[in-house]
């Protein structure tokens, strides 16, 4: 299974990113797909994630009302849409698949991830 997590760089406060997470060897419809982050210094945590089939969503409380989730299985593609970006929102993200219809924000439920994107929000 591989993961390949893109779109990420620099960024002014205030502005939107749209980060991509395309799935090989794999069919994402039947996986539950998990965006986290890690910013230097800190511990890696979970932003957002879509279950699989009827893609229910969760976010992190940190980014509620600003970051969208959404997946497009023709493509085997998942977006994580990044709005109202803030300083705070700097970090490396990373997406996250596991075989299982319930997504959750706790990356140890996770078995293959993508390698990082960088995003970088500052003036």
């Known amino acids: 299974v591989q993961l390949q997590a893109s779109g990420g760089g620099l960024v002014q406060p205030g502005g939107s990113l749209r980060l991509s997470c395309a799935a090989s060897?794999?069919?994402?419809?039947?996986?539950?797909i998990g965006w986290f982050r890690q910013a230097p210094g800190k511990e890696r945590e979970g932003v957002s994630c879509i279950s699989s089939s009827d893609s229910n969503t969760n976010f992190a409380d940190s980014v509620k009302g600003r970051f969208t989730i959404s997946r497009d299985n023709a493509k085997n593609t998942v977006y994580l849409q990044m709005n109202s970006l803030k300083p705070e929102d700097t970090a490396v993200y990373y997406c996250?698949?596991?075989?299982?219809?319930?997504?959750?924000?706790?990356?140890?439920?996770?078995?293959?991830w993508g390698q990082g994107t960088l995003v970088t929000v500052s003036s």
């Open positions: 060897e794999i069919t994402l419809d039947y996986y539950a």
């Open positions: 996250a698949t596991t075989f299982t219809y319930w997504c959750s924000l706790k990356s140890d439920e996770y078995d293959y």
